[in-house]
């Protein structure tokens, strides 16, 4: 189903609150030629409002951007009004820029600002149909990386992050830019990512 179309023409928009939260097109996004840029999705695990006021989110998607060869697009969670509506419709967890399936990614940095937010992590990777232990994706699936002032301590959802990064991550832009951009197949990528500095090894793979 087409994402767009679904959300302006369903009524969904009418039927939940703050519908602005879903749409995106705000003044000043950033929406670029998906054509061979590499996709990222930033995830702030909560809702809209909560996400957007958030400094290092905004510099981390400023900052991703700035690559010429980068597209990175906002996710968020849904209030449960909006969830419903999607689990109704089919509706998979989608990005705000261009309303693409977050499973359709090639990277999703999570953002883990409060311990509060696990749970939430576990109930938007079910949303967006992407398995839930890092040890059932596939070459298919996005690789899952987490930071921010949580990853400290990455032991509670250790089991679904395939990386965990722990300082500014905008150090390490050009670095995960390089990774995914190499011809390595994604557990490969997965073992560069915890060569990197300040990265934390955290499953089975290596």
Same mark, same amino acid.
Request: cysteine-free; charged content about 25%.
């Given at each position: 189903?087409?994402?767009?179309?679904?959300?302006?023409?369903?009524?969904?928009?009418?039927?939940?609150?703050?519908?602005?939260?879903?749409? %995106?097109?705000?003044?000043?996004?950033?929406?670029?030629?998906?054509?061979?840029?590499?996709?990222?999705? !930033?995830?702030?695990?909560? !809702?809209?409002?909560? %996400?957007?006021?958030?400094?290092?989110?905004?510099?981390? #998607?400023?900052?991703?951007?700035?690559?010429?060869?980068? #597209?990175?697009?906002?996710? #968020?969670?849904?209030?449960?009004?909006?969830?419903?509506?999607?689990?109704?419709?089919?509706?998979?967890?989608?990005?705000?820029?261009?309303?693409?399936?977050?499973?359709? !990614?090639? !990277?999703? %940095?999570?953002?883990?600002?409060?311990?509060?937010?696990?749970?939430?992590?576990?109930?938007?990777?079910?949303?967006?149909?992407?398995?839930?232990?890092?040890?059932?994706?596939?070459?298919?699936?996005?690789?899952?990386?987490?930071?921010?002032?949580?990853?400290?301590?990455?032991?509670?959802?250790?089991?679904?992050?395939?990386?965990?990064?722990?300082?500014?991550?905008?150090?390490?832009?050009?670095?995960?830019?390089?990774?995914?951009?190499?011809?390595?197949?994604?557990?490969?990528?997965?073992?560069?990512?915890?060569?990197?500095?300040?990265?934390?090894?955290?499953?089975?793979?290596?």
């Amino acid at each position: 189903m087409n994402i767009g179309k679904w959300l302006f023409s369903s009524g969904v928009l009418h039927r939940v609150r703050k519908p602005a939260r879903y749409i %995106g097109g705000e003044y000043n996004d950033i929406i670029k030629n998906s054509r061979n840029k590499i996709r990222i999705g !930033l995830m702030f695990p909560d !809702l809209y409002e909560v %996400g957007m006021s958030h400094t290092g989110f905004q510099i981390l #998607f400023h900052s991703f951007n700035s690559k010429e060869n980068v #597209f990175a697009e906002r996710i #968020f969670l849904p209030w449960k009004d909006m969830i419903s509506e999607m689990e109704k419709a089919n509706i998979p967890l989608y990005t705000l820029e261009t309303y693409t399936p977050v499973k359709n !990614l090639d !990277l999703i %940095g999570i953002t883990l600002q409060y311990e509060l937010s696990y749970t939430n992590i576990v109930h938007a990777l079910k949303l967006a149909e992407i398995p839930v232990f890092s040890k059932d994706r596939v070459e298919t699936d996005p690789i899952i990386i987490a930071g921010g002032p949580s990853a400290s301590n990455p032991e509670p959802i250790a089991d679904f992050i395939d990386a965990f990064y722990n300082g500014d991550g905008e150090v390490v832009v050009d670095d995960i830019i390089n990774i995914l951009s190499s011809n390595l197949n994604r557990e490969e990528k997965i073992k560069k990512l915890h060569e990197t500095r300040d990265f934390m090894y955290q499953n089975t793979i290596i």
